[in-house]
Every structure is written in C-alpha cells, then in structure tokens.
C-alpha cells in the first residue's frame, strides 16, 4: 500500500466560520439542498460514519466518510473516504486534513491535504486526483456562491 498526499489552498471572501458551519457542520442538511446530485447525507452508528447517497443515474451510488476530527473552535476537520464508487480497485482509501482560517478582509483561506491510500502497487495518477479536486472544488464553489447570496445564513 502506498500513500500519496496533495495539498491545496483555496481562498474566498466567505468568512471561515460561515465556510466551516456550511461545509462541515451543517453539510448533512446543505449539501442535498444545493446539490441535486445527491440525495441525501445520513449519520449511522454513532454519528462518525456518514453515507452520501446519490441520485439515480449518477455515476456514483453512494460514498462513506469517517470523521475523525470536527473542532469548531479551531476550525479544523479530518475525516476518512472509506468506500463508495469513487475508490474503486485501486484506492483503500482518501483522508482528508481541512482548515479554515481568516484571511483578507473578513474572508477565509481553506487549507487541504488529501492523502491517497492505495491497494497493493498501484500508482496513483495525478489525473485520478484532478478528477477528485474538480469535484471538490465544484461543492466548494456551489457553497461559496449559496453563503455570498445570503450573507445571513450561518452567521
């Protein structure tokens, strides 16, 4: 099993706690409102597993999240992708490290490292991983454009 890890940082004039109430916090109840993609978010066991469904027809049927970490105070996240569509073969898993933090007039900078965790000797490609980031960065900007059009939500 080999790991990669890509790191990225993405800036926006959505306040960071607006940015992590929306994107992590409340993202059960959000993300299915702004994406028609996916049906819904829900917690099992305990709470630390979340299953994203999607909408029939999609390319992918559902992804599973371990959360590790949610610390509100400090703005940081971790969690684990541990099955679904997306991991496929190759991939044991993805974890993700999140953080938010203040930067330029009341905005925010989200900084991310994604580490790929493969199967046997396979060799993560970096198209793999841009698949990966456009998706991301397609909910991100989806969120950023939802909390600049109600600049009341979440704040």
Do not use: W
């Not at 905005?107 to 060799?123: F, P, W």
């Not at 980031?133 to 600049?151: D, H, T």
């Amino acid at each position: 099993m080999g790991v990669t890890s890509y790191t990225l940082e993405t800036t926006t004039p959505v306040a960071p706690t607006r940015l992590f109430k929306a994107l992590v916090v409340d993202s059960d109840n959000l993300i299915p409102k702004l994406m028609p993609q996916v049906k819904n978010i829900e917690a099992e066991g305990d709470g630390s597993i979340k299953k994203m469904t999607f909408v029939e027809g999609s390319p992918i049927k559902y992804l599973k999240h371990k959360i590790h970490v949610v610390d509100d105070k400090n703005l940081v996240t971790k969690y684990s992708m541990i099955e679904g569509d997306v991991l496929g073969d190759k991939l044991e898993s993805i974890s993700y490290d999140l953080k938010f933090e203040a930067h330029g007039n009341g905005g925010c900078v989200c900084k991310s490292i994604a580490e790929y965790h493969t199967k046997g000797d396979y060799v993560l490609k970096d198209e793999d991983h841009n698949e990966g980031k456009k998706q991301g960065m397609e909910l991100f900007k989806i969120v950023e454009a939802y909390l600049l059009a109600n600049p009341s939500v979440y704040a």
